[in-house]
């Protein structure tokens, strides 16, 4: 009867002998996940300013386009024309080779891209797969020539590109631009990523270093791939001081350099240089939305070892 009252009593949920959960557990439970909740209002809030705040020059300038030159500078600024004049879309296109300018850009943009992913991926597969006596040492060195300005080497480079006779062309700017040492240290860290037990594995297969990175490598590192590609085409087309050095013939100027065409001796035209950067922003909108997903998945995983 003892044993029957006591296995009674164990079934029992709620009986005399059961403890009942602790209203103030139950408090600080609810405490913490208010707290947690408020912390993340608090983040989202600041990262929504945050993303105002970054988003507010790129208003202005959408703004601006659609505006006559005299009110662009207004003070306080008018956010919203009260006139909308799309004319400068149509305007900026016979004002100037806007054309012309946009296909310099591309086209240097995209040969230097495929050059730097090119040079960049085959020589960070060198650095990361390929054994060699001072490995490292070599990358170190390579790499840290990211850390001396370029307006330290300027002047001896052009004098370079001079004596070449390469001045005036495309051909300086790709030559020059074709290799880099950020790309080499992206697209090392990534490849650090990869198991050398595969290079092997292909090595026993019988295939050269060329094929283990052709058939083995460049399939599995699209995301690096990509993030290279992404921010070599945008900083090639956002560059102005490499253009205006090199190119002196107005045929070859690229975007940057055509927009300067609206800035006059005395004054310039604020609308047509505000209609020629939303322009020459649409292009690099367009990549990004495409290469978006290989892109964050490209930078968020570059230095992981694993």
Do not use: H
């Amino acid at each position: 009867m003892t044993n029957m009252a006591e296995d009674l009593k164990a079934e029992a949920p709620f009986g005399a002998g059961t403890a009942l959960p602790s209203p103030t557990g139950r408090t600080n439970r609810s405490s913490r996940e208010k707290k947690a909740r408020t912390t993340d209002y608090v983040i989202y809030g600041v990262l929504a300013v945050l993303v105002v705040a970054l988003m507010v020059p790129f208003i202005w300038m959408l703004s601006s386009s659609l505006k006559e030159n005299n009110q662009v500078l207004t003070v306080p600024i008018q956010w919203i024309p009260s006139e909308f004049v799309w004319s400068n879309y149509a305007d900026i296109w016979t004002r100037i080779p806007m054309m012309g300018y946009l296909q310099n850009s591309l086209y240097l943009a995209v040969i230097i891209t495929c050059l730097q992913v090119l040079t960049g991926s085959l020589a960070a597969y060198g650095f990361s797969k390929v054994r060699f006596p001072g490995r490292d040492v070599l990358f170190l060195a390579y790499i840290g020539t990211i850390a001396v300005p370029w307006q330290a080497y300027m002047v001896p480079q052009y004098i370079m590109m001079q004596n070449l006779g390469l001045t005036n062309s495309f051909n300086a700017l790709i030559l020059l631009q074709a290799f880099g040492a950020f790309g080499v240290f992206l697209m090392r860290q990534y490849y650090m990523t990869i198991p050398d037990e595969l290079c092997e594995a292909a090595r026993i297969d019988g295939l050269s270093e060329y094929g283990i990175w052709a058939r083995v490598i460049l399939p599995l590192s699209k995301p690096a791939l990509a993030s290279l590609a992404l921010l070599t085409f945008v900083n090639t087309w956002n560059d102005y001081m490499g253009p205006f050095i090199y190119l002196t013939s107005n045929r070859l100027w690229t975007v940057q350099l055509g927009l300067r065409s609206f800035v006059g001796q005395f004054d310039a035209e604020y609308a047509m240089i505000m209609t020629g950067s939303v322009i020459s922003v649409l292009p690099i909108l367009v990549i990004f939305l495409i290469g978006q997903r290989y892109f964050i998945q490209g930078i968020a995983t570059s230095g992981m070892k694993g």
